[in-house]
């Protein structure tokens, strides 16, 4: 059968045979059906003659017999099979098949070279079906890692081992290297229970069988990788989320990606041919046939914003040649950046609208980018004047006070309530407060400063203000001579003046205190009702408190409470300011003993004068009366009562009115340690009978007084006695401490016993005042005590001890001007 065909081209290859003679030629016709052959084509048509020029030189040198042309028929049919067969599976099955049919095989397996190792492609006639190509391809590595020839042909037991070969159920095998042109192993076939080993024309015919498998399974792997490439391609073209058309120079579309199907809501292959015009229908007055993303050269550049059904798109063009002459394809792509414009759009509206100054600058020292609060701010005119300044030499008074600020953000990479003084354009001086952070590229570079920027001059000017305020009164509080404190509404002490430090008490210590703890005992009711008045709004003033010193004493203080409030009017502290009125109360108290004192003198003398006459008349008589011996023992027993009780009223009259004279003592210097041991000795007998310890501390260097040797032991005497009934009725040891020493220009003498005490020390120099029992004392004896030692010029005080039973009474007189002025020159105490 002839044909005939119009032809138009004609390619003409050589068979060359491996002596370099011409065996034949091998032809490719172009039919008027095609195109034109193209280089693909080229390249087939050398592969392909290759292939044929084997084949016949093989058939030439088997001397074309039977057998031998069987064997070529096969081999040309593998050759066509193979080149037809351009996926890898597919290849690798029928190669492996049609091999083990040509070397007349039981099993055969392919191998092909991968990146990671070789890669099991066929395994047929294995015995154990479950055998593992993993396995199998490592005993295969091995197997050719102990063999360098090209061809190997053993037992299976001595290639892969007897545990496999059992597995495999093979006796022989032979394996092929299917290398490259460049040497490059590309492939292993292996050829099992052929039953004899091969001979030169089975070795000859297995290299052709090994070299067609070679090109057709690089071909093979090599359109695989195209597939897969393609295949990818194809994937990530629909996997991208943007909109992607293909259209050629009529407009019509060649691809759309999947993003953009599905948004019009059709397959991507129901896109293929429409024009660009009717895809979108964006309206009449276009030209039917143009591109609505399409450009002219020079209008506009490569990338545009274009509005598309109410949404924003930057769109991005770029032509390409397609293949085969199909012309220029142009490509779009479109990214919606509806969202990033209103974005962009709030984010500008803040930018613009904020009241803070904000900017972006380089690390030179030039905005980039301000906002108009930073002009306003800054006192330019516009954005672009600001943009124009030197940041370091017109907006800070000296380029260091920017360094600093620079320094920190490299450092840190941010800076944080940064405080500084610009410049503005008119040259005045605005306080600033910054907060900015460093932008940097992937190797760390600074690329630029961000931040934010507030005016703080108002605040500044407000804190000096406050500061000076503060200070004035921080001054005026502390050198007060009023105690003041600021107290919570749980009665806590949350503020205190320095004048507490005279108080014995430090700041921290008064801080957090009870300002209960700190009033006397028997006063914190009064305090307490106060206080509760003062939480209600109400001005509490003059509260006479009793206030503990540090070491213990307690003051007289006169306190006022003011209430502070809140925005809402709530209490929400109290203002506690003390007066010490200690002295003022002391020197009002004894003003008024005093002026009790001498009223009660007055009262008393001329009460005792007026007694003095008639006691005088019944001592008289009654004394005549004992005379007279005519009267019976039971007269004179009464009159010895009379005259008895007569003379204790004379005593009581001597008493008052030596309580009431109001002239000066017989004073002269006198040792008190004397005085006081002729005292001690008139009671010794008491003391001694009743078990009274009498302890004596006297001091030998005692310095002398100016004093009335009588009117003294007077009042140690009436001092003693006090005591001595004091201890009497306790009922445990009784003990009286008599002390005597000179301090700051006083000689103290200081009676200490062990009693119950003293139940009234504020009224115990009261005239007749007494707590003894009625007939037992008059009242009187510490009175003209009293009065005694004020007209020395001393005083005497009283008071219950500290931690233990009983009272202590102290009289304090001055010493003599000669003892003061030695005590002077000799450096001691004056």
């Given amino acids: 059968m002839i044909a005939t065909f119009d032809v138009r081209q004609l390619l003409a290859v050589p068979l060359l045979g491996s002596d370099g003679k011409v065996l034949g030629m091998f032809g490719v016709l172009d039919r008027m059906d095609r195109a034109g052959i193209s280089p693909e084509d080229i390249r087939r048509a050398r592969v392909l003659a290759g292939q044929a020029a084997v084949v016949l030189e093989v058939t030439h040198n088997l001397h074309l017999s039977e057998q031998h042309r069987r064997r070529a028929e096969s081999l040309m049919a593998l050759a066509l099979d193979l080149n037809s067969l351009l996926r890898l599976d597919d290849f690798a099955i029928s190669f492996s098949r049609r091999a083990a049919d040509i070397m007349r095989t039981q099993a055969v397996a392919l191998a092909v070279k991968q990146d990671a190792g070789l890669e099991m492609l066929v395994l047929q006639g294995a015995k154990d079906s479950l055998v593992a190509p993993g396995r199998f391809g490592l005993a295969l590595n091995q197997a050719l890692s102990e063999h360098s020839e090209p ?18 159920g093979w006796n022989d095998c032979t394996l092929v290297r299917l290398l490259a042109p460049s040497g490059e192993l590309v492939g292993v076939l292996c050829l099992a229970d052929r039953g004899t ?5 089975d070795s000859q015919l297995l290299q052709a069988v090994a070299g067609h498998a070679s090109v057709a399974l690089q071909n093979a792997r ?52 429409v024009n660009m015009h009717d895809l979108l229908a964006l309206g009449q007055n276009v030209v039917r046939t143009s591109c609505p993303f399409c450009r002219v050269s020079g209008e506009t550049p490569d990338e545009y914003v274009h509005p598309v059904l109410d949404r924003t798109y930057l769109v991005s063009n770029s032509r390409v040649h397609g293949a085969n002459s199909e012309g220029l394809q142009t490509i779009h792509v479109l990214k919606d950046i509806t969202d990033r414009r209103e974005v962009e759009r709030r984010y500008r509206e803040l930018f613009d609208n904020i009241q803070e100054g904000l900017f972006f600058s380089t690390e030179e020292g030039h905005f980039i980018e301000v906002n108009e609060a930073m002009v306003r701010m800054l006192g330019y005119e516009s954005r672009q004047e600001l943009l124009q300044t030197d940041v370091s030499h017109e907006l800070y008074f000296s380029p260091e006070q920017r360094a600093l600020a620079i320094a920190t953000l490299k450092e840190s990479g941010v800076l944080r309530n940064y405080e500084t003084t610009l410049r503005r354009k008119d040259g005045s001086a605005i306080h600033v407060l910054i907060n900015a952070f460093a932008v940097r590229d992937s190797h760390g570079r600074v690329l630029q400063y961000r931040g934010l920027m507030l005016d703080i001059s108002g605040l500044k000017a407000y804190q000096a203000e406050l500061q000076r305020e503060r200070d004035f009164s921080g001054k005026i509080l502390n050198n007060t001579q009023s105690l003041i404190l600021v107290v919570d509404t749980a009665g806590l002490v949350s503020y205190a003046n320095r004048r507490w430090s005279d108080m014995g008490y430090e700041q921290k210590q008064v801080l957090g205190m009870p300002l209960e703890e700190l009033v006397s005992v028997s006063r914190r009711e009064v305090f307490r009702e106060a206080f509760h008045s003062t939480l209600a709004g109400r001005q509490v003033d003059n509260l006479e408190l009793q206030i503990l010193h540090g070491d213990g004493r307690m003051g007289q203080f ?9 925005e809402q009017g709530a209490v929400t502290s109290v203002v506690v300011v003390m007066t010490d009125v200690t002295d003022s109360a002391t020197l009002h108290a004894k003003l008024m003993h005093a002026e009790k004192l001498a009223a009660v003198g007055q009262l008393v ?5 007026e007694v003095n006459n008639p006691l005088t008349a019944i001592l008289g008589f009654a004394d005549l009366l004992m005379e007279n011996t005519e009267f019976p023992e039971a007269v004179r027993k009464d009159l010895r009562v009379i005259l008895q009780e007569a003379q204790r009223t004379k005593l009581i009259v001597q008493n008052l009115l030596s309580f009431a004279r109001q002239m000066p003592p017989q004073r002269k210097p006198v040792q008190l340690n004397v005085i006081l041991r002729r005292t001690v000795q008139l009671r010794a007998y008491d003391f001694y009978s009743h078990g009274v310890d009498v302890v004596e501390q006297f001091d030998p260097d005692l310095p002398t007084v100016v004093g009335d040797s009588h009117q003294l032991p007077q009042v140690f005497l009436n001092i003693l006695n006090n005591a001595y009934d004091a201890v009497r009725e306790t009922g445990r040891p009784a003990r009286i401490s008599i002390t005597t020493e000179s301090n700051s220009g006083f000689v103290e003498v200081a009676f200490r016993d062990n009693g119950y005490g003293i139940s009234y020390p504020d009224r115990i120099f009261d005239p007749f005042f007494t707590t003894k029992e009625v007939g037992k004392g008059t009242g009187l004896g510490l009175s003209i005590c009293y009065g005694i030692v004020r007209e020395h010029g001393g005083e005497i005080l009283c008071h219950n001890n500290e931690n233990a039973e009983g009272a202590t009474f102290v009289v304090r007189l001055p010493r003599t001007a000669e003892e003061a002025l030695l005590g002077t020159a000799a450096g001691g105490t004056p």
């Fill in 151 to 168: 061809m190997i042909f053993s037992t299976a037991a001595k290639l892969f081992g007897e545990g496999l070969a059992e597995n495999l």
């Fill in 197 to 201: 080993p091969l001979s030169r024309e």
């Fill in 222 to 273: 090599l359109f695989t990788r195209m597939e897969q490439a393609n295949r990818h391609w194809i994937e990530i073209f629909d996997a991208i989320s943007d909109f992607i058309v293909v259209h050629d120079e009529s407009d019509n579309i060649l691809r759309v990606n999947l993003s953009l199907a599905d948004f019009i809501g059709v397959r991507p292959q129901e896109l293929i041919g």
């Fill in 558 to 566: 006169s306190v006022n409470l003011s209430p502070m409030w809140d």
């Fill in 605 to 609: 003398s001329g009460v005792a004068h």
